[in-house]
């Protein structure tokens, strides 16, 4: 009999995951380059920080919406048909946003953005869980959807406060960062497919079944999770560099270095702890990401312009929520999905934690910063923490390497179920 080492297309799964992992970066780039450039926008079309946490929360309110019916899509229909499309079409409308005249307009733009984007995110993943070999699901998507922090938030401050120094204003900057995904998505034409795995699985399902998806118990606490891990670094990544700029006083090059931070730290976290989670299982990884998160959170708060801190401290605050994200959405949400609706159940995780922790959080950090203060915004990221511990603590475990052990200890020692 062939052995499934045997088979495993390694170049496939390569090349998928090399372009995938690109694609989920450039997403993350189009979507979070503004916010290095907020204090220019914020002048330039006379916006308060409350129409900040608008713009925010529009797209990620989309972005959830479509998560949802794409995923749906995807299952039906296969990957490439939605794939390709959303890298063109959300490239294009990245460089459009540089052309807003105002509130409307940019929120217009951003907020179609989301379609393509929130599109793209959970297709994006269950095409990485058919193109990883099982055993190392965690490890893959976590690299895939390491792209996002490494593009967004450690490149993107860095790219954006450079090129305002290069090109006449902030709107040319959207433009320029717009070229590589039009590149990207003639690439993936080429590469991406649909795999015989998945294609099988989809005959066999037929029309997808949201109430069999809604059944599963680590879904709905996937659900629950990923809007609190979400609360935490939308907020962070939308607004911290108002904080920065306007409550800690640093630079404009100032403030691009020490956000960087976030995409660096969720970089590393998206890669580390989902193969972490491999090995120890995913239920300690995600609870031990939070409880982290919330110690760094409360650290980040203490400190006024240290920015060696300030950078360390923001690390590992994205690192422990980009990293549970990152679990979340990939290897509990793809090993928990019923079979053949993978997409489906990634795409429901996702939107739900797009719509509440992705667009509701903005709107109340925008708030509390206009009305309280921006610089308590940090403590609405120490409560998203905190709830996360609590709902974590109710997840069933999924990694295979650990419920293969608990098999063989259940095998080896009946009395052993009492423990399970």
């Given at each position: 009999m062939t052995t499934l080492q045997e088979t495993w297309n390694t170049r496939y799964e390569r090349n998928a995951i090399i372009l995938l992992s690109l694609g989920f970066g450039l997403v993350g780039l189009d979507r979070w380059i503004i916010a290095p450039l907020?204090?220019?926008?914020?002048?330039?079309?006379?916006?308060?920080?409350?129409?900040?946490?608008?713009?925010?929360?529009?797209?990620?309110?989309?972005?959830?919406?479509?998560?949802?019916?794409?995923?749906?899509?995807?299952?039906?229909?296969?990957?490439?048909?939605?794939?390709?499309?959303s890298v063109l079409l959300?490239?294009?409308?990245?460089?459009?946003?540089?052309?807003?005249?105002?509130?409307?307009?940019?929120?217009?733009?951003?907020?179609?953005?989301?379609?393509?984007?929130?599109?793209?995110?959970?297709?994006?993943?269950?095409?990485?869980?058919?193109?990883?070999?099982?055993s190392r699901i965690g490890f893959m998507q976590g690299i895939q959807q390491s792209g996002f922090p490494l593009f967004a938030l450690a490149l993107g401050p860095i790219i954006a406060t450079q090129l305002l120094l290069i090109?006449?204003?902030?709107?040319?900057?959207?433009?320029?960062?717009?070229?590589?995904?039009?590149?990207?998505?003639?690439?993936?034409?080429?590469?991406?497919?649909?795999?015989?795995?998945a294609k099988q699985t989809q005959k066999g399902t037929g029309r997808s079944n949201w109430v069999e998806v809604l059944k599963t118990k680590n879904v709905i606490l996937?659900?629950?999770?990923?809007?609190?891990?979400?609360?935490?670094?939308?907020?962070?990544?939308?607004?911290?560099?108002l904080y920065l700029a306007d409550y800690i006083n640093l630079t404009s090059q100032q403030m691009g270095g020490v956000m960087s931070a976030i995409g660096f730290g969720g970089f590393v976290g998206q890669f580390v702890l989902p193969g972490l989670s491999d090995i120890i299982g995913r239920k300690k990884v995600a609870i031990g990401s939070f409880v982290l998160a919330a110690l760094f959170v409360l650290l980040f708060s203490r400190i006024e312009s240290d920015t060696?801190?300030?950078?360390?401290?923001?690390?590992?605050?994205?690192?422990?929520?980009?990293?549970?994200?990152?679990?979340?959405?990939?290897?509990?949400?793809?090993?928990?999905?019923?079979?053949?609706?993978?997409?489906?159940?990634?795409?429901?995780?996702?939107?739900?934690g797009e719509i509440f922790g992705g667009?509701?959080?903005?709107?109340?950090?925008?708030?509390?910063?206009?009305?309280?203060?921006?610089?308590?915004?940090?403590?609405?990221?120490?409560?998203?923490?905190?709830?996360?511990?609590?709902?974590?603590?109710?997840?069933?475990?999924?990694?295979?390497?650990?419920?293969?052990?608990?098999?063989h200890t259940l095998v080896r020692n009946p009395i052993a179920i009492e423990e399970l």
């Open positions: 907020l204090p220019n926008i914020v002048k330039d079309l006379n916006l308060s920080y409350k129409d900040v946490g608008y713009i925010t929360g529009a797209l990620g309110m989309v972005w959830g919406v479509f998560a949802v019916i794409a995923g749906n899509w995807s299952d039906k229909w296969g990957h490439r048909k939605i794939l390709i499309p959300f490239s294009l409308l990245s460089g459009i946003s540089g052309m807003a005249t105002g509130l409307v307009s940019l929120i217009l733009v951003r907020s179609l953005m989301g379609v393509l984007e929130g599109a793209y995110c959970p297709t994006s993943f269950a095409a990485t869980a058919a193109a990883a070999k099982p090109v006449p204003s902030w709107r040319e900057v959207f433009w320029v960062v717009a070229i590589p995904g039009f590149i990207l998505g003639v690439l993936m034409f080429f590469v991406i497919k649909d795999p015989q795995k996937c659900m629950l999770a990923l809007f609190c891990a979400m609360a935490c670094i939308l907020v962070l990544s939308g607004m911290i560099s060696t801190w300030l950078f360390l401290t923001l690390f590992m605050i994205s690192l422990c929520c980009f990293g549970v994200i990152a679990v979340i959405t990939g290897p509990i949400a793809t090993e928990s999905a019923p079979v053949g609706l993978v997409a489906s159940a990634i795409g429901l995780v996702v939107g739900a667009g509701i959080a903005p709107f109340i950090g925008g708030y509390v910063a206009e009305h309280f203060g921006i610089q308590n915004i940090v403590y609405q990221i120490f409560f998203g923490a905190a709830l996360g511990i609590i709902v974590c603590l109710f997840l069933d475990e999924t990694a295979p390497a650990i419920l293969a052990k608990r098999k």
